[in-house]
């Protein structure tokens, strides 16, 4: 196999799939790359077995078509040292590869490409949907946050897609709260779903480029494969039951809090210096047009409050949060101004965009409130 290429390109094909790479695995072959060569173009592919990733790299000439598998680690190191320039890459002998540029040439060890693990995509029967990029990365941005770390539950430490012939609903939760973003940017020919881990979730979200137009979804009982332009993401799904979260969305809240969200997030960032640092519990006391947030660590002797004005529509109502999730959900929204809707001080909180936001309907949290004194 030989082939010439431009070292920046090759650079960056190399980092596209790197993040497949497992740190520790007990198949030693997955530390490398696999490398295809086929009619002037170099196909690279990474895996852990979990998650694969393969991307295309244009080749600016070859001699002889092939495949091998070389080692990641010293690819990525030698590359990324080079200045950006042509690089002839070619076997030389058994067992190791030359990497030559203008001045001086590298040799490394190849390992057999039959030796590199099959990867099966989804199957002939998968469903597939087609969705902007830009969309996507923010669906995931916007729920992410709220997956679990939780080995009893498995299906809870990913992003359940729920998928339909109108719309899409990505969901995610860790049981404390949920978080739901809905977008009618992409759906399937009949209604389906699946659950994928936060990690492959994670590595799709950084591999979407700004100039990316559309993303390919097709997916199966197991499998799911997300293309995007010259790189495909295959990962296996998260087997399980995501639970029915369309029935703890809370529907009749009456208490109605509305403010400016960036407003409430610096404050509750404030007051939350001064919370319990293992329980990081604050408190809402709301009345009509003013809310006050306070939090105390009797033990250290630290307390602060601050009152905000607010339209606030309801019974006088005391209820407490977990401060850390509530600064997640406002920090991982976008409106301008935010609605909170509460029913008791026992009761999950609904927190959403004020109606005349655009994305109102899009996203929506929910928080189980803690109690306080």
Same mark, same amino acid.
């Given at each position: 196999?030989?082939?010439?290429?431009?070292?920046?390109?090759?650079?960056?094909?190399?980092?596209?799939?790197?993040?497949?790479?497992?740190?520790?695995?007990?198949?030693?072959?997955?530390?490398?790359?696999?490398?295809?060569?086929?009619?002037?173009?170099?196909?690279?592919?990474?895996?852990?077995?979990?998650?694969?990733?393969?991307?295309?790299?244009?080749?600016?000439?070859?001699?002889?078509?092939?495949?091998?598998?070389?080692?990641?680690?010293?690819?990525?190191?030698?590359?990324?040292?080079?200045?950006?320039?042509?690089?002839?890459?070619?076997?030389?002998?058994?067992?190791?590869?030359?990497?030559?540029?203008?001045?001086?040439?590298?040799?490394?060890?190849?390992?057999?490409?039959?030796?590199?693990?099959?990867?099966?995509?989804?199957?002939?029967?998968?469903?597939?949907?087609?969705?902007?990029?830009?969309?996507?990365?923010?669906?995931?941005?916007?729920?992410?946050?709220?997956?679990?770390?939780?080995?009893?539950?498995?299906?809870?430490?990913?992003?359940?897609?729920?998928?339909?012939?109108?719309?899409?609903?990505?969901?995610?939760?860790?049981?404390?709260?949920?978080?739901?973003?809905?977008?009618?940017?992409?759906?399937? *020919?009949?209604? %389906?779903?699946?659950? =994928?881990?936060?990690?492959?979730? !994670?590595?799709?979200? #950084? &591999?979407?480029? @700004?100039?990316?137009?559309?993303?390919?979804?097709?997916?199966?009982?197991?499998?799911?494969?997300?293309?995007?332009?010259?790189?495909?993401?295959?990962?296996?799904?998260?087997?399980?039951?995501?639970?029915?979260?369309?029935?703890?969305?809370?529907?009749?809240?009456?208490?109605?809090?509305?403010?400016?969200?960036?407003?409430?997030?610096?404050?509750?960032?404030?007051?939350?210096?001064?919370?319990?640092?293992?329980?990081?519990?604050?408190?809402?006391?709301?009345?009509?047009?003013?809310?006050?947030?306070?939090?105390?660590?009797?033990?250290? *002797?630290?307390? %602060?409050?601050?009152? =905000?004005?607010?339209?606030?529509? !309801?019974?006088?109502? #005391? &209820?407490?949060? @977990?401060?850390?999730?509530?600064?997640?959900?406002?920090?991982?929204?976008?409106?301008?101004?935010?609605?909170?809707?509460?029913?008791?001080?026992?009761?999950?909180?609904?927190?959403?965009?004020?109606?005349?936001?655009?994305?109102?309907?899009?996203?929506?949290?929910?928080?189980?409130?803690?109690?306080?004194?």
């Amino acid at each position: 196999m030989e082939f010439k290429v431009s070292s920046a390109g090759l650079l960056k094909g190399v980092l596209d799939v790197s993040k497949a790479i497992p740190a520790k695995t007990a198949l030693p072959i997955l530390e490398n790359f696999l490398f295809v060569l086929k009619e002037n173009q170099l196909e690279i592919t990474a895996s852990d077995q979990e998650l694969t990733l393969r991307t295309v790299v244009p080749v600016e000439s070859s001699v002889d078509e092939g495949s091998i598998a070389v080692p990641a680690r010293q690819m990525i190191d030698l590359l990324k040292a080079l200045p950006d320039q042509p690089v002839t890459i070619k076997t030389a002998g058994e067992g190791s590869f030359e990497c030559i540029w203008s001045n001086g040439n590298s040799s490394l060890p190849y390992f057999p490409a039959a030796d590199y693990p099959e990867i099966k995509g989804a199957g002939s029967d998968a469903l597939t949907a087609t969705v902007p990029a830009q969309v996507l990365a923010e669906s995931i941005s916007s729920t992410i946050y709220a997956t679990a770390d939780d080995e009893m539950r498995p299906a809870m430490n990913g992003i359940f897609f729920d998928m339909d012939t109108d719309s899409t609903t990505l969901v995610a939760s860790d049981s404390h709260k949920l978080i739901c973003y809905t977008t009618a940017a992409f759906q399937t *020919a009949e209604k %389906a779903s699946f659950i =994928l881990h936060k990690k492959p979730a !994670g590595v799709l979200k #950084s &591999i979407i480029d @700004k100039d990316d137009e559309d993303v390919t979804i097709a997916f199966d009982s197991s499998t799911v494969v997300f293309t995007i332009g010259e790189t495909m993401m295959v990962c296996r799904l998260i087997v399980g039951k995501f639970p029915e979260y369309r029935k703890v969305i809370p529907q009749n809240n009456a208490n109605i809090l509305q403010i400016d969200r960036v407003q409430l997030l610096n404050t509750v960032r404030r007051v939350a210096v001064c919370a319990n640092k293992a329980s990081n519990h604050i408190k809402f006391d709301l009345k009509p047009g003013q809310v006050e947030i306070t939090a105390q660590d009797l033990g250290f *002797a630290l307390a %602060a409050y601050e009152k =905000l004005p607010c339209e606030y529509n !309801g019974a006088e109502l #005391s &209820i407490g949060f @977990k401060s850390s999730f509530l600064i997640e959900i406002l920090n991982n929204m976008t409106c301008g101004t935010v609605v909170m809707k509460f029913a008791d001080p026992r009761r999950a909180a609904l927190i959403v965009p004020a109606e005349e936001e655009e994305e109102s309907g899009k996203i929506c949290g929910i928080l189980m409130p803690i109690m306080v004194s």
